[in-house]
């Protein structure tokens, strides 16, 4: 248990499932035309949480940045504070979740202070070469990314969805790539969706409505990829700069992101490693992109559906794997995913989405590039 600051510091190990290559390119090249490997950029995260109103005991939590190093991601720290309450760093390495659970009593006024060093770079996987020497995910993590969750099911509509798109495919390629195109050609993204969505699966395909933002659109590429039997996992995180790429729709435009949370997905090929895709952000190019509700035709739209199967611009921090979290000390039901700080007082789960009953401020700044 912490009741003050803490750092943590820890020594990166390269143990990167996928080659890593230059992605920012000019918007409409070549993908894989860049020789020398992206630089790391270092950036500082920080998320300030106060319960102006709590009547009684409270808890709340936070989202780390992510906990395991990845070919895209290292975390180089965090420190927290909870004055008043106590406070500690509850972890889940097969996820990289890192929750910061507070909880304070009575009479105390809750407020939780988390800042987070995380340093990222570009990455891109060349499909056309295999990669020989990739790091090996082991049988226990593969198993884990393909079970079914409570709103990401495998059996039914879904199975039988994925089984259509990839019927004719010969190889894990293809399929994964058979189930990418169909999202971008047969979804939406809906503006009317609260926040990231719910990432409902079966919900999206029931209804016939294949409309929703990144947490639906990219469990969808999820879901159907596990009934497929390729391991595929949702990377729940947030956008902290802009894009350098030239799509303005693509990254955070100021140092405040407090609503720039974005979900992206990865999915397992035997011959890559963990390879980045995400379709939702093709959507969002076609309804956001000025001047706006671009046709797939579009030369930025092509540029973009090209580019992320395979590739993230990352001016975006993931913060974890995870489905159905637990949240440390709550008796409510778990989340199904952990994007969003979360709170409960006596007892009473607060709407993470509702400013007026639960406010939150995220800001975040580059520090330095990192080499």
């Known amino acids: 248990m912490d009741k003050g600051l803490r750092m943590n510091r ?46 009684g005991a409270t808890r709340v939590w936070l989202p780390e940045t992510l906990l ?23 972890k889940s390495e097969i996820d990289g979740l890192g929750i910061v659970s507070a909880s304070f009593p009575a009479g105390v006024k ?44 495998l059996d039914g509509l879904v199975k039988t969805t994925s089984d259509k798109i990839t019927a004719g495919a010969t190889n894990d390629v293809e399929k994964a790539r058979a189930i990418y195109e169909w999202i971008v050609d047969n979804t939406f993204r809906d503006p009317k969706v609260r926040g990231c969505g719910t990432g409902d699966v079966r919900w999206l395909l029931q209804s016939g409505d294949l409309g929703g933002k990144c947490a639906d659109l990219n469990a969808l590429y999820v879901a159907l990829a596990r009934a497929a039997g390729i391991p595929a996992r949702d990377a729940y995180g947030i956008r902290v700069v802009k894009s350098e790429l030239g799509y303005k729709s693509l990254g955070a435009s100021s140092e405040k992101v407090s609503k720039a949370q974005h979900c992206r997905a990865e999915v397992y090929l035997k011959k890559f490693g963990w390879v980045p895709v995400d379709p939702a952000d093709v959507r969002k190019v076609v309804l956001e992109e000025p001047p706006g509700n671009r046709p797939l035709t579009d ?25 159905d979290v637990k949240l440390p000390g709550s008796e409510g039901a778990p989340v199904p995913f952990f994007m969003y700080p979360q709170a409960e007082v006596a007892g009473k789960r607060r709407d993470s989405l509702d400013p007026d009953g639960f406010h939150y401020e995220i800001t975040a700044h580059e520090v330095m590039a990192s080499v």
């Open 10 to 55: 820890r020594k990166f190990l390269m143990s990167a499932g996928i080659a890593a290559v230059g992605a920012a390119l000019p918007r409409t090249s070549q993908l894989f035309a860049v020789e020398k490997p992206p630089e790391w950029r270092t950036f500082e995260l920080t998320t300030r949480v106060e319960i102006a109103d709590a009547a």
């Open 110 to 153: 809750p407020v939780v202070v988390l800042t987070s060093q995380v340093s990222t770079r570009n990455i891109a996987v060349d499909l056309a070469h295999p990669v020989h020497h990739h790091h090996q995910a082991d049988s226990a993590e593969l198993q884990h990314f393909l079970r079914s969750t409570s709103l990401m099911p």
């Open 299 to 323: 030369e930025m739209v092509v540029a973009a559906r090209k580019r992320l199967f395979g590739s993230w611009e990352m001016n975006w921090v993931a913060f974890n794997f995870a489905h």
């Open 68 to 90: 395991r190093e990845t070919a895209y991601q290292r975390s180089l720290g965090q420190r927290f504070a909870a004055p008043g309450g106590t406070v500690e760093l509850v």
